[in-house]
């Protein structure tokens, strides 16, 4: 699931929206309004329930083999996405929706980040949404490992250190760190 040339997409559990208005997210760092999108490379990003917590590693050109073996292992490709095994049901049975809307009115939120992709007036979908089916088998086709984990945070702790490239979404929702027990 990515976007054609000339496209970007917006992922959704609402398969009802006719067209998207810019607006500030309650959970957004940014104060001026935006319709939120993803080019392809960032698409996987997404491939999950909206308000599923996931970590996502992958290797770039600075990235150490020992990075690489620790973090995403030996020989299991260049990319790993994490999420809580709570979520898994979540993953295995949401129905998410992929919109396909005109790249032309969206740029990088930044010079330096490109997670997202952002317009600031009313865009259009260029027809209606498209199912995406099952997250599982589009991890799978993507080469993409997907780890489950019973808490996050040791591992995003590694990740954060590491010299891959990552991205956390809706980190906040994840279960509470575990702090190791003293005796």
């Known amino acids: 699931m990515r976007p054609a040339p000339g496209e970007v997409l917006h992922f959704s559990e609402d398969p009802t929206i006719e067209r998207f208005v810019p607006h500030v997210a309650p959970t957004s760092r940014q104060t001026e309004a935006y319709?939120?999108?993803?080019?392809?490379?960032?698409?996987?990003?997404?491939w999950f329930p909206r308000d599923c917590p996931r970590g996502m590693a992958w290797v770039v050109p600075?990235?150490?083999?020992?990075?690489?073996?620790r973090i995403v292992g030996?020989?299991?490709?260049?990319?790993?996405?994490?999420?809580?095994?709570?979520?898994?049901?979540?993953?295995?049975?949401?129905r998410l929706y992929a919109y396909r809307l005109p790249a032309a009115p969206f740029r990088y939120l930044g010079p330096t980040e490109t997670h997202a992709m952002v317009a600031t007036e009313l865009v259009t979908p260029l027809g209606p949404p498209e199912p995406v089916g099952n997250l599982l088998a589009l991890h799978e086709a993507a080469d993409i490992q997907l780890r489950l984990l019973p808490n996050l945070w040791p591992w995003w702790d590694q990740v954060t250190r590491s010299t891959l490239a990552f991205s956390g979404i809706r980190l906040r929702n994840a279960r509470p760190r575990v702090h190791p027990q003293t005796s």
Request: charged share 20%; proline share 7%.
């Open 35 to 46: 319709v939120w999108a993803v080019d392809a490379p960032r698409c996987p990003d997404y």
């Open 62 to 69: 600075t990235t150490t083999v020992v990075d690489r073996d």
């Open 74 to 94: 030996a020989g299991c490709g260049t990319r790993v996405h994490a999420i809580e095994y709570a979520w898994l049901p979540a993953l295995q049975s949401v």
